[in-house]
């Protein structure tokens, strides 16, 4: 067939069992670039002084004096850098069960797949709440002093970087669904028919062998000498006998 119509049956025939891992590679790729961005740009929060005219930024790699909040912002970043691993090779793994010739054979590659998902979105999940708890976290504000923070700020609101964290783990539920999605709509391999062998009776009779009778060597017909017959003499059949008309016949006399 064209090349078309090989590329027509190609996609046709994956279609139903590639659709779930089509979307995992999707899902996966974009987590990946979001997780990526939100690690890297340092606006996860903002927030502005009363005493000030101008905004600040907090982001991951931008560590409180209080101790007491430095261990959700590590952990935030810890759980956001496992997220983006996870991402990746969940988009990786995708790719390779699209990729393969024979798609029945790729059940555990589906298992692992659907299992880094789930571990990507536990990650995601848990950067997002604990940056909750050290965006919530008064402490965190005053550096360790249990005072009113609309004392001194105006406002602490979330920013893109979280935004963006939310999102990706949105993505990562999302992708676990496909993936195991995928591990149920995995092709069956074909189904090979073996022929049984013939039946045999347990007891069958005894086979008798007959040898074949010995090969004599063919001897030819003798040959005799040819004897040559003389040919007897033709004789005429008919035999032509002259008689004379006019002889009389013989007189017989009588005597007394």
Same mark, same amino acid.
Not at 134 to 144: A, P, Q, T
Not at 180 to 189: D, F
Not at 229 to 251: D, E, I, L, N, V
């Given at each position: 067939?064209s090349?078309?119509?090989?590329?027509?049956i190609?996609?046709?025939? +994956?279609?139903?069992? =590639? !659709?779930f891992?089509a979307l995992t590679?999707?899902f %996966?790729?974009?987590g990946t670039?979001?997780s /990526?961005?939100?690690?890297? !740009?340092?606006?996860?929060?903002?927030?502005?002084y009363?005493?000030a *005219? $101008?905004e600040?930024t907090? %982001?991951?790699?931008?560590l409180?004096?209080?101790?007491?909040?430095? %261990?959700w912002?590590i952990?935030?970043?810890?759980? =956001?850098?496992?997220?983006?691993?996870? &991402?990746?090779?969940?988009?990786? %793994?995708a790719?390779?069960?699209?990729v393969s010739?024979?798609? /029945? +054979? *790729?059940k *555990?590659?589906?298992?692992l797949?659907?299992?880094?998902?789930? &571990?990507?979105f536990? &990650?995601?999940?848990?950067a997002?709440i604990?940056?909750?708890? &050290?965006?919530?976290w008064?402490?965190?504000w005053l550096?360790?002093?249990?005072?009113d923070?609309n004392?001194?700020? #105006?406002y602490?609101?979330?920013?893109?970087?979280?935004?963006?964290a939310?999102?990706a783990?949105g993505l990562a =539920?999302l992708?676990?669904?496909?993936?195991c999605?995928?591990?149920? #709509? =995995?092709?069956?391999?074909?189904? #090979?028919?073996?022929?049984a062998p013939?039946?045999?009776?347990?007891?069958?009779?005894?086979?008798? $062998?007959?040898t $074949?009778?010995? #090969?004599?060597?063919?001897?030819p017909p003798?040959?005799?000498p040819?004897?040559?017959?003389t040919? /007897?003499?033709?004789?005429? $059949?008919t035999?032509?006998y002259?008689?004379?008309?006019a002889?009389p016949?013989?007189?017989?006399?009588?005597? *007394?």
């Amino acid at each position: 067939p064209s090349p078309q119509l090989r590329v027509s049956i190609f996609f046709r025939n +994956r279609s139903c069992t =590639m !659709l779930f891992p089509a979307l995992t590679a999707a899902f %996966g790729l974009f987590g990946t670039i979001l997780s /990526a961005v939100a690690i890297g !740009l340092p606006n996860w929060s903002r927030f502005e002084y009363l005493t000030a *005219t $101008s905004e600040n930024t907090i %982001g991951l790699w931008t560590l409180p004096d209080n101790t007491y909040c430095q %261990g959700w912002v590590i952990a935030t970043a810890a759980m =956001m850098i496992c997220a983006l691993i996870c &991402f990746f090779l969940v988009m990786f %793994g995708a790719v390779l069960i699209l990729v393969s010739k024979v798609a /029945a +054979r *790729t059940k *555990t590659l589906r298992i692992l797949v659907s299992i880094v998902a789930f &571990f990507c979105f536990v &990650f995601s999940l848990l950067a997002v709440i604990f940056w909750i708890c &050290f965006h919530e976290w008064n402490k965190c504000w005053l550096d360790g002093q249990n005072l009113d923070v609309n004392a001194y700020f #105006k406002y602490q609101k979330y920013d893109a970087s979280w935004i963006l964290a939310c999102v990706a783990t949105g993505l990562a =539920m999302l992708m676990t669904c496909t993936a195991c999605a995928a591990i149920g #709509k =995995m092709p069956r391999q074909p189904v #090979k028919y073996v022929t049984a062998p013939p039946y045999m009776p347990a007891y069958a009779p005894p086979t008798v $062998s007959y040898t $074949s009778a010995p #090969k004599y060597p063919v001897v030819p017909p003798p040959t005799y000498p040819s004897t040559s017959y003389t040919t /007897a003499p033709a004789y005429s $059949s008919t035999t032509s006998y002259t008689t004379s008309a006019a002889a009389p016949a013989p007189a017989y006399s009588s005597t *007394t």
